[in-house]
């Protein structure tokens, strides 16, 4: 066998070994682990490590090392351009370093350890740089282009593992969120019954969809529901904030269209670029009178025992963050008969690709009457096609007795 066939065995060896497999029955995480260890005994390199993109922050941060482990347990992150590994992500081109020096690198870990040659390549998922990849030496190297192509294989296989790894720490993150934001049990409330629902629809679980449900120091309750654009983490992080700004100005004001009115000036200082609706209603404690306030939210329906559900006549005010920063907000009196009951909900369970909003409103309608809160919901839920949603569904039913 000639030294031409000889080296081209040893290539597919090599990269045969990056491919195994055995690596796509690995947990992302010892996906990445192992990985790494076959690069750096591929390359005959000291250090081998990855830095993925943290989608908030849209920084390199340190996910995974072998032989520089110390670069994740200090937490290095840096911004995309910045010394060597931000250069590989900006250029999105690999990168060769034969003789470091602390001009060319930011982590100072590279220059204690004695790095002296680098090599990094962009990770990519679905045509994104996600990350980079990069190797090192304790001694001068000169890296092939069989060394760059060999890395840039590992890298595609890393890009597959980093998306798994961030979609369960995203999905984690944010069903933790929903524990914590989306009220577990509703309270027990004297002279009302209540119940509520949330669907999400995408995978995450969770949206900027939201309900809520409060007892006031003056004995009114409050019932709020509302929803931020988007999906996913981010959109649920606003919600969180938005919600727990909407209780302490509940506090603040017993006016729900300037309790609005304080959370618009917030979401517009605080969430610039988000659009949110939100519907907060005030039931007196003799739960005989609704105060209601929408901010650019779908209205709530109305039923009463001798009177077919409507949706209630409300001032189309402006969403929260978008128009007239000092548009006048308005409060809307409504009366709650004995046995009556007040649904709210998000937009998710009327609106439709392929139909007008009008028609979700009347199919709404048409299903609700009189009942149990838990029967209301089940009927809605079902009638209205939201078992499988295509967007987030929140709903709210609220029954005074009779």
């Given at each position: 066998?000639?030294?031409?066939?000889?080296?081209?065995?040893?290539?597919?060896?090599?990269?045969?070994?990056?491919?195994?497999?055995?690596?796509?029955?690995?947990?992302?995480?010892?996906?990445?682990?192992?990985?790494?260890?076959?690069?750096?005994?591929?390359?005959?390199?000291?250090t081998?490590?990855?830095?993925?993109i943290?989608?908030?922050?849209?920084?390199?941060?340190?996910?995974?090392?072998?032989?520089?482990?110390?670069e994740?347990?200090?937490?290095?992150?840096?911004?995309?351009?910045?010394?060597?590994?931000?250069?590989?992500?900006?250029?999105?081109?690999?990168?060769?370093?034969?003789?470091?020096?602390?001009?060319?690198?930011?982590?100072?870990?590279?220059?204690?350890?004695?790095?002296?040659?680098?090599?990094?390549?962009?990770?990519?998922?679905?045509?994104?740089?996600?990350?980079?990849?990069?190797?090192?030496?304790l001694?001068?190297?000169?890296?092939?282009?069989?060394?760059?192509?060999?890395?840039?294989l590992?890298?595609?296989?890393?890009?597959?593992?980093?998306?798994?790894?961030?979609?369960?720490?995203?999905?984690?993150?944010?069903?933790?969120?929903q524990?914590?934001?989306?009220?577990?049990?509703?309270?027990?409330?004297?002279?009302?019954?209540?119940?509520?629902?949330?669907?999400?629809?995408?995978?995450?679980?969770?949206?900027?969809?939201?309900?809520?449900?409060?007892?006031?120091?003056?004995?009114?309750?409050?019932?709020?529901?509302?929803?931020?654009?988007?999906?996913?983490?981010?959109?649920?992080?606003?919600?969180?904030?938005?919600?727990?700004?909407?209780?302490?100005?509940?506090?603040?004001?017993?006016?729900?269209?300037?309790?609005?009115?304080?959370?618009?000036?917030k979401?517009?200082?605080?969430?610039?670029?988000?659009?949110?609706?939100?519907?907060?209603?005030?039931?007196?404690?003799?739960?005989?009178?609704?105060?209601?306030?929408?901010?650019?939210?779908?209205?709530?329906?109305?039923?009463?025992?001798?009177?077919?559900?409507?949706?209630?006549?409300?001032?189309?005010?402006?969403?929260?963050?978008?128009?007239?920063?000092?548009?006048?907000?308005?409060?809307?009196?409504?009366?709650?008969?004995?046995?009556?009951?007040?649904?709210?909900?998000?937009?998710?369970?009327?609106?439709?690709?392929?139909?007008?909003?009008?028609?979700?409103?009347?199919?709404?309608?048409?299903?609700?009457?009189?009942?149990?809160?838990?029967?209301?919901c089940?009927?809605?839920?079902?009638?209205?096609?939201?078992?499988?949603?295509?967007?987030?569904?929140?709903?709210?039913?609220?029954?005074?007795?009779?």
């Amino acid at each position: 066998m000639d030294v031409e066939s000889m080296e081209s065995d040893e290539r597919l060896r090599r990269l045969e070994a990056v491919t195994d497999a055995t690596l796509s029955r690995l947990d992302a995480s010892d996906l990445l682990d192992e990985l790494l260890d076959r690069v750096r005994d591929l390359l005959g390199a000291d250090t081998a490590a990855i830095l993925l993109i943290d989608a908030h922050s849209r920084q390199l941060v340190a996910t995974a090392a072998n032989g520089l482990e110390e670069e994740v347990r200090r937490g290095f992150r840096l911004d995309v351009g910045r010394g060597f590994a931000g250069r590989v992500a900006a250029t999105r081109q690999p990168v060769v370093l034969p003789d470091v020096t602390p001009a060319d690198v930011v982590n100072p870990i590279l220059i204690e350890m004695g790095i002296r040659s680098l090599l990094g390549v962009p990770v990519f998922a679905a045509g994104e740089v996600v990350g980079v990849l990069h190797v090192g030496t304790l001694s001068p190297r000169a890296f092939t282009s069989d060394d760059v192509q060999l890395l840039q294989l590992a890298a595609d296989r890393a890009g597959v593992a980093g998306q798994i790894r961030n979609q369960k720490l995203e999905r984690a993150t944010t069903l933790a969120l929903q524990r914590s934001l989306l009220p577990a049990t509703l309270p027990e409330v004297p002279g009302v019954d209540l119940a509520a629902r949330y669907v999400p629809g995408h995978a995450f679980g969770l949206g900027g969809d939201w309900y809520d449900v409060f007892t006031l120091p003056s004995g009114w309750l409050g019932l709020v529901i509302g929803d931020v654009s988007g999906h996913g983490l981010a959109s649920a992080v606003v919600m969180g904030r938005i919600r727990s700004a909407l209780r302490a100005y509940a506090l603040v004001s017993e006016e729900p269209a300037e309790v609005l009115t304080l959370l618009d000036r917030k979401v517009r200082h605080f969430e610039a670029g988000s659009l949110t609706t939100a519907l907060y209603a005030m039931l007196s404690p003799d739960r005989r009178t609704i105060l209601v306030s929408s901010a650019g939210h779908p209205p709530p329906v109305i039923a009463a025992p001798t009177v077919p559900a409507t949706l209630a006549a409300l001032p189309a005010d402006p969403p929260l963050g978008v128009g007239t920063p000092k548009a006048e907000r308005r409060t809307t009196r409504l009366d709650l008969p004995p046995g009556a009951v007040l649904v709210c909900y998000t937009d998710g369970l009327v609106e439709r690709r392929d139909q007008e909003i009008d028609v979700g409103f009347r199919l709404l309608t048409e299903v609700i009457r009189p009942a149990d809160p838990e029967t209301i919901c089940a009927t809605v839920m079902s009638a209205a096609g939201a078992d499988e949603p295509t967007d987030d569904v929140a709903l709210l039913v609220v029954r005074r007795h009779g």
